[in-house]
């Protein structure tokens, strides 16, 4: 990172042609979840954010007046040091009430565990990951849970995408590389256990072409996200050097194209990397008053079919995490998701529109990576029938925003609504459930 230290799930049996033609059955039913694919648990309230576009990272948080003066900047995103034993800078503008601020004037957080780096590489005086493959999980699992915990104290939900910053090292040194794969890897599937989604940050050459060479292998868990460091000044997220463009190829990549340097925007001045994103980022939530004239029904679906799980009372807060398409309600088929997974009808709530969706609010989604070793058709509908419009590689990550029944693929009935409105099977994709329907998506 920046500034001071600059810087299967669903393992196939056999391989099927199928899975790009008529999506056909497999001979052999995939195993359960396993690396590389691993499953995410996401609870009631999760969602995922995306953000695409420029972004920047400081080492240390800039005051929300520095923020505030930026609106003129070409950034609308900002990377934050929530944790780590190796966190180089003092965080004393970063806290619960800043994130909310900063994220109620539209700006998405990409928020960074600077913990323990390599055996063989970063600064002499940092800590460092074990070369006992053992140990080197342990420490993987704990850091995982040392950055949720912070992400949470700052209002970040689950389904937040958490980067974990792993500095230079020797690409020679075999012990090395294992340690920080097996670190790695641990911390992938603690987040993906308890909902949140595995981001990585390595130098393009000197780290991140050895996450891209076990992409596939079945001894780790593989990342959702790859964010580079190539300073470079290519605002480019494909053509880097040894990483294929089919890896980590939907909303997965980011790039830090130009390392320290001052820019100013509204008389501040702000030392800063410059990013270029299209990947997942910081969730968090935002409040709304209720504004019916009667108590609100808070139901377990976006659609007024679903039963009633609890109620609010007029003027009450409500913290919403996203938005998804229902039934209408007055003028709207917006409903609101709420921290605990309930959903409101938007027409009732004081967002901006009544009629449509509200920035910076983001469609309720939950990315799960593809398992199709092939890669995997997207179609115009439920089934191995309708028309192929598109194709996600092997894991991409499938953005799914609802699922319903349709065509049976292996062991499932089950279809995937991604964001983009193409159906994939479920089947291929890493959902805890490869038989049903897997919480917390909503039917389509």
């Keep these: 990172m920046p500034h001071p230290h600059s810087v299967l799930r669903r393992l196939l049996a056999v391989w099927s042609a199928g899975v790009l033609g008529a999506a056909t059955a497999l001979v052999l039913a995939p195993a359960a979840a396993a690396e ?7 609870p009631s309230g999760a969602s995922a954010t995306r953000y695409s576009g420029l972004a920047f990272d400081a080492c240390t948080a800039p005051p929300l007046a520095s923020v505030q003066a930026w609106s003129a900047s070409p950034y609308r995103a900002l ?3 929530v944790s780590g034993v190796n966190r180089t800078c003092a965080q004393s503008q970063l806290t619960a009430s800043w994130v909310a601020s900063v994220s109620q004037l539209k700006w998405r957080l990409l928020p960074i565990h600077k913990g323990l780096q390599p055996p063989c590489g970063a600064r002499p005086t940092d800590a460092k990951i074990s070369t006992a493959p053992a140990t080197a999980r342990s420490q993987g699992t704990a850091a995982a849970t040392q950055a949720i915990t912070a992400a949470k104290a700052l209002g970040m939900q689950p ?3 958490l980067y974990n910053d792993i500095e230079n090292y020797s690409q020679t040194d075999t012990t090395c590389r294992m340690a920080v794969l097996t670190y790695l890897s641990a911390w992938t599937k ?8 595995s981001g990585v940050y390595m130098n393009l050459n000197l ?3 050895q996450l891209a060479d076990v992409y596939t292998s079945t001894a780790y868990a593989r990342p959702d996200a790859l964010w580079i460091a190539r300073y470079d000044g290519v605002d480019s997220l494909k053509g880097w050097t040894s990483i294929a463009d089919s890896k980590w190829a939907v909303h997965q990549r980011a790039k830090q194209f130009r390392g320290g340097h001052d820019e100013t925007y509204g008389g501040v001045t702000i030392n800063i990397d410059t990013d270029r994103v299209d990947a997942p980022v910081a969730t968090v939530a935002h409040p709304y008053k209720v504004t019916s004239s009667t108590a609100l029904n808070a139901r377990s679906g976006p659609a007024t079919s679903y039963p009633v799980v609890t109620s609010y009372a007029p003027g009450a807060t409500v913290n919403v995490v996203c938005q998804a398409p229902g039934t209408k309600v007055g003028t709207t088929t917006v409903w609101d998701k709420l921290t605990n997974g309930a959903y409101v009808s938007d027409y009732y709530v004081s967002t901006a529109s009544n009629t449509g969706y509200t920035a910076p609010l983001p469609r309720c989604t939950y990315p799960y990576q593809v398992t199709a070793a092939a890669g995997l058709t997207e179609r115009s509908g439920p089934g191995s029938g309708y028309t192929a419009v598109g194709t996600s590689p092997n894991g991409a ?3 799914v925003t609802c699922q319903r029944s349709g065509t049976t693929t292996g062991t499932t009935k089950i279809w995937d609504r991604l964001e983009n409105g193409h159906y994939v099977s479920d089947y291929y994709v890493a959902t805890p459930s490869n038989t049903t329907y897997s919480k917390p998506a909503p039917r389509c």
Excluded: Q
Excluded at 36 to 42: D, F, K, L, N, R
Excluded at 190 to 197: F, I, N, P
């Design 36 to 42: 590389p694919a691993t499953s995410v648990g996401y």
């Design 79 to 81: 990377g934050v040091y």
């Design 159 to 161: 389904g937040s995408a």
């Design 190 to 197: 603690e987040l993906h256990r308890l909902g949140w989604v």
């Design 207 to 209: 780290g991140a072409k």
């Design 397 to 399: 990550l499938a953005w």
